[in-house]
């Protein structure tokens, strides 16, 4: 069994304290969600499964290779492919945060295959984006049991359209990255912001 070291237990505090942030705003219901951050031996630590993520403590947190293998013996989400998929393709993302908000859930049924940001000042909370005129699109994805055929078809669509932000997976919930569990973090409120005011300004269109 691999032995824990310190830096698995402070990412494991980062994403507890994220988890509890998160939860506050009502954006990871019931056991919803998953996150996870990646240490320097490459290993991941990741949210064990059905574990209600405000309120988590240590034994919550399960160790992974970058394979999405347990190396604890713990059961870890379902959806750890989604995450183990987003490390290998980007080598400086260090942290992956998934949840189940509504606006993600709302934004799906109303934008179909994705969902258009532009000219917003709060874009310039991602990464690389310096100035408000600016046009991103968060792809939507069908949701989907089989996680490994979820997973292809999201990296087909990275092969196929270049870098994201983060994605939709359609009635259920959202995943984002970033360079830090503060980062990404940043980066999902941000995001929970802007899918609001979509949401808020098709309502008035189709008034």
């Given at each position: ?6 830096e ?19 954006w ?6 998953n ?13 064990v ?27 870890p ?20 945060l ?5 606006n ?56 196929q ?11 259920h ?9 503060n ?9 929970e ?12 269109k189709?008034q």
């Amino acid at each position: 069994m691999t032995l824990k070291t310190d830096e698995f237990y402070s990412k494991a505090d980062q994403l507890i304290a994220a988890g509890r942030f998160i939860d506050s705003k009502g954006w990871v219901p019931a056991t919803s969600g998953n996150f996870s951050a990646r240490l320097s031996d490459g290993n991941i630590a990741i949210t064990v499964s059905g574990r209600h993520k405000g309120h988590l403590q240590r034994d919550d947190i399960m160790l992974i290779d970058a394979n999405g293998d347990s190396l604890d013996g713990k059961k870890p989400s379902a959806e750890t492919l989604l995450h183990t998929s987003i490390y290998r393709r980007y080598p400086e993302v260090q942290s992956v945060l998934h949840p189940h908000s509504m606006n993600a859930t709302l934004a799906a049924r109303l934008f179909k295959h994705a969902i258009v940001l532009e000219n917003y000042e709060l874009l310039k909370a991602l990464p690389g984006i310096e100035t408000h005129e600016t046009r991103i699109e968060i792809p939507i994805f069908d949701n989907d049991q089989n996680i490994p055929r979820l997973a292809a078809v999201v990296e087909n669509y990275l092969d196929q359209h270049g870098d994201i932000h983060a994605y939709i997976i359609a009635n259920h919930g959202f995943y984002t990255w970033g360079a830090s569990v503060n980062d990404t973090l940043r980066h999902l409120e941000a995001l929970e912001f802007l899918f609001d005011c979509e949401i808020r300004l098709h309502g008035m269109k189709s008034q």
